[in-house]
């Protein structure tokens, strides 16, 4: 198949969009913090503005060289990825922050390798999907391999302890296998032992069985469990349709926890009302709608099911982060993808919108 001489243009300037809106919010909600917690408002900007262009590089490079190459590193992709995800539990590599071990610290530099494990898995997918046509002949073993090695990371994700990522590789993995062609009644009788382990999880972590009653009941524990939501809800009623304007947010003011990372779009909601938020609500759906088309137009099966695989990847993790800035569902730790302050969350993202951009350039007219 002729390469194309451009890639997707519609998938580069939503990238483009998100990633400017992400480092204007970034410093927008954490400049007070950075300069009460580190005296330099823009501590948290300076790093953010570095992974964002250390990931438009990354960009560049995938989208230079051919993605069909990526099939043959998918051994060494899962090797390093299981590596990293054992060293981070392992100190003084592993940095721990508020009680979890979810980060390798190299210098002044730290990298959650979680965010490799996602799209190594990806990539492996893609790759055994491509190999195996006709899964469906070979009966339900055939998913044993894809499932062991989803089960394998998402085992090492949940000891940090990191049960939104966690979820987030065995929702990758079941999507892609449906999107393959697996029958649902497969995927249901692999749901089944898993439901168990997720309730026992849920349940041997007393702040996670809190999280699930402030689900229900935020105002049951208002300065407790529930206080985060709360102050999110009050971040878009504050916002209103036009919202507060850029750095008039109120709840940036220490009253809103995580304010630049997990729930930004909560201070998206308030500064720029329900206007902006539903305009950065409709360039995700631009970016996943130009990533399927991506993904039914490759040349061929490893390409369409990485690209189905990569949008399906970020369309998880942003409707997960909206899901629960909204409380929609319960609290977990994803950041917005583009747009959450997070170096290794942002590296991720953007070298897998370049590999997406490569092979928009490889697909039928």
């Known amino acids: ?55 438009s590089g990354a960009l ?48 002044f530099v ?21 190999r195996r046509r006709a899964p469906l002949e070979e009966g339900r073993a055939a998913l044993l391999p894809p499932l062991g090695i989803a089960v394998a990371f998402a085992g090492l994700v949940l000891v940090q302890p990191d049960l939104g990522n966690c979820l987030t590789l065995l929702a990758l993995t079941l999507g892609l296998l449906y999107l393959a062609g697996t029958p649902v009644r497969w995927l249901l009788w692999t749901l089944a032992p898993a439901l168990p382990l997720l309730v026992a999880a849920i349940w041997m972590a007393p702040y996670r069985l809190r999280r699930i009653m402030a689900f229900w009941d935020p105002w049951s524990d208002p300065r407790g469990s529930g206080f985060q939501i709360i102050q999110s809800w009050l971040a878009f009623a504050n916002g209103g349709v036009v919202g507060e304007g850029v750095g008039g947010s109120r709840q940036k003011l220490f009253y809103l926890p995580e304010a630049h990372t997990d729930f930004i779009f909560a201070i998206v909601g308030e500064e720029l009302g329900l206007v902006g938020a539903l305009a950065v609500v409709a360039l995700f759906a631009v970016l996943v709608w130009r990533g399927l088309r991506i993904g039914l137009r490759a040349p061929e099966p490893f390409g369409a099911y990485l690209a189905l695989g990569i949008t399906l990847l970020i369309a998880t993790q942003t409707l997960v982060n909206l899901g629960v800035v909204t409380g ?3 609290t977990k730790g994803l950041p917005l993808p583009f747009i959450s302050f997070g170096g290794s969350a942002l590296l991720t993202t953007m070298l897998s919108t370049g590999v997406l951009l490569n092979i928009s350039q490889h697909g039928h007219a």
């Open 328 to 330: 929609l569902l319960p």
């Open 1 to 55: 198949m002729p390469r194309r001489l451009r890639p997707d243009m519609w998938l580069f300037g939503v990238a483009v969009v998100l990633l400017s809106v992400g480092v204007v919010m970034v410093y927008s909600a954490s400049a007070i913090v950075a300069a009460d917690r580190f005296h330099d408002p823009l501590f948290f900007l300076k790093r953010q503005l570095s992974w964002a262009l250390l990931g």
């Open 60 to 107: 560049l490079v995938a989208l230079r060289v051919d993605y069909r190459r990526l099939e043959r590193l998918v051994l060494p992709a899962l090797a390093l990825a299981g590596v990293l995800l054992l060293l981070v539990l392992v100190p003084p590599l592993g940095h721990e922050i508020n009680g979890t071990r979810r980060w390798i610290r190299l210098g």
């Open 110 to 130: 730290s990298f959650q390798p979680a965010e490799l494990a996602k799209l190594a898995l990806v990539i492996y997918l893609a790759a055994f999907l491509a």
